[in-house]
Nanobody, 125 residues
Framework: QVRLVESGGGLVQPGGSLTLSCAAS????????MGWFRQTPGKERDFVAA????????HYADAVKGRFSISRDNSKNTVSLQMNTLKPEDTAVYYCATDNRPDYSDYPSVVGDFWGQGTQVTVSS
């Protein structure tokens, strides 16, 4: 069982930046893809970004491509999401996620067997 705890959310003006962090405990993240998702009230949780176990392969939703960057530090058991040029439509609760199955192919894909509690990001002037 792995526990995921997100941090770094907050209120930011349009065009600003935030960095979200996800700390994992209970299991090493070394062999697993990690991902970020987001959700707004009344809508389904949407994929944002994923990173393969090695960090060499990343995948982004079209809505954030070129503005967000996912990274990981396996030695610290953490994954981060750098968010730049934020827009009001980026406002959501952001969740960190990982899976129960190891990432054998070094491919960035997360179904979401384990979730954090989420951190609120609000982009508003």
């Amino acid at each position: 069982q792995v526990r995921l705890v997100e941090s770094g959310g907050g209120l930011v003006q349009p065009g600003g930046s935030l960095t979200l962090s996800c700390a994992a405990s209970g299991r090493s993240i070394n062999d697993y893809s990690m991902g970020w998702f987001r959700q707004t009230p009344g809508k389904e949780r949407d994929f944002v970004a994923a990173i393969s176990w090695s960090g060499n392969n990343k995948h982004y939703a079209d809505a954030v491509k070129g503005r967000f960057s996912i990274s990981r530090d396996n030695s610290k058991n953490t994954v981060s999401l750098q968010m730049n040029t934020l827009k009001p439509e980026d406002t959501a609760v952001y969740y960190c996620a990982t899976d129960n199955r190891p990432d054998y192919s070094d491919y960035p894909s997360v179904v979401g067997d384990f979730w954090g509690q989420g951190t609120q990001v609000t982009v508003s002037s």
